[in-house]
């Protein structure tokens, strides 16, 4: 069974920075797309970055643009989400994400991902 483990949140100032880490276990994460999303209070579950099992990349053109890197270690098996220049607005739980079929093309979508971490909760205070 496939779980992840999110890591790395906690309280920050507006400007700085975190390295959020995305533990997989249960298969190795080579042949998937593996995916970053985030839930802010009484607002729906908002897509960040995703990264191809290919190693391509996509972020959020309008959330956090510019702003965050997706990057993934095989070896470790985990995924990263780098953010800089954090805003009060960043404030969410950040959730990880994964799908079952390996190979696929990289999506966006919430109900493209089958499997989904606890989340990790960021506070970007002003």
């Known amino acids: 069974q496939v779980q992840l483990v999110e890591s790395g949140g906690g309280l920050v100032q507006a400007g700085g920075s975190l390295r959020l880490s995305c533990a997989a276990s249960?298969?190795?994460?080579?042949?998937?797309?593996m995916a970053w999303f985030r839930q802010a209070p009484g607002r729906e579950r908002e897509f960040v970055a995703a990264?191809?099992?290919?190693?391509?990349?996509?972020s959020s053109p309008d959330s956090v643009k510019g702003r965050c890197t997706i990057s993934r270690d095989n070896t470790k098996n985990t995924v990263y989400l780098q953010m800089n220049s954090l805003k009060p607005e960043d404030t969410a739980v950040y959730y990880c994400?994964?799908?079952?079929?390996?190979?696929?093309?990289?999506?966006?979508?919430?109900?493209?991902?089958?499997?989904w971490g606890q989340g990790t909760q960021v506070t970007v205070s002003s």
């Open positions: 994400a994964t799908n079952r079929n390996p190979f696929a093309p990289l999506f966006t979508t919430i109900a493209e991902y089958d499997y």
């Open positions: 249960g298969r190795t994460i080579r042949s998937y797309n």
């Open positions: 990264i191809q099992w290919s190693g391509t990349t996509h």
